[in-house]
């Protein structure tokens, strides 16, 4: 059974940084691209990131601050924040997958606030 | 980037009683490789997204026979043939057959 399980999530202030992790389990790790989506509070659903043999790609609202790296001996996926932006706040899932989106984590929190 | 276009934003449905979700794109998802990278996904209340039908009519394994996904190009189509209770939350369409991947603004789905 697949499994995507984030941590790192919490309260930040602007400017601050976080540093998400999805632990994955259940499938090759290493053969597989993963992804970050996020969802701001009531809101849709926003490509972050992802990650796969051909290098990272980026959402233009991320770009430069939020770096994605992956680390296969520990069958894990990491999402550095960095000068965190009120907007930034959401739910941010782990994804498995570069173009099917098949198995969701079932989330992790950041707000950023003053 | 490719906008998706989702109509209606919300749908009260009978159970029993068949819905329909379009979703439009603002250029063709068709790959140079053949394929179309349209996906719709399921998010019940409080839970994570769920993928439902992949490549525009792949049912995923496990998804009731009920979901039914068509189209091509730029338009596209989700259907229930019968609403249960358990097929309330709100529904994505997402094309993946360019960068950044993006999502409908979703549709409300309830009973």
């Not at chain 1, 790192?8 to 790790?29: E, T």
């Not at chain 2, 068709?30 to 996904?41: I, P």
């Not at chain 2, 989700?78 to 609403?83: A, G, Q």
Request: charged residues 15%.
């Amino acid at each position: 059974e697949v499994q995507l399980l984030e941590s790192g999530g919490g309260l930040v202030h602007p400017g601050g940084s976080l540093r998400l992790s999805c632990a994955a389990s259940g499938f090759p790790f290493n053969a597989y691209a993963m992804t970050w989506v996020r969802q701001a509070p009531g809101k849709g659903l926003e490509w972050v990131s992802t990650i796969s043999y051909t290098g990272d790609d980026y959402a233009d609202s991320v770009k430069g601050r939020f770096t994605i790296s992956r680390d296969n001996s520990k069958n894990t996926v990491f999402l550095q924040m960095n000068r965190l932006r009120i907007e930034d706040t959401a739910v941010y899932y782990c994804v498995k997958g570069l173009r099917l989106f098949d198995h969701w984590g079932h989330g992790t929190l950041v707000a950023v606030s003053s | 980037d490719v906008v998706m276009t989702q109509t209606p934003l919300s749908l009260s449905v009978t159970p029993g009683q068949p819905a329909s979700i379009s979703c439009k794109s603002s250029q063709s998802l068709l790959h140079s490789d053949g394929k179309t990278y349209f996906s719709w996904f399921l998010q019940r209340p409080g839970q994570s997204p769920q993928l439902l039908i992949f490549e525009v009519s792949s049912r995923v394994s496990g998804v009731p026979d009920r979901f039914s996904g068509s189209g091509s190009g730029t338009d596209f189509t989700l259907k229930i043939s019968r609403m249960e209770a358990e097929d309330v939350g709100n529904y994505y369409c997402m094309q993946a057959t360019s960068l950044p991947r993006t999502f409908g603004q979703g549709t409300k789905v309830e009973i």
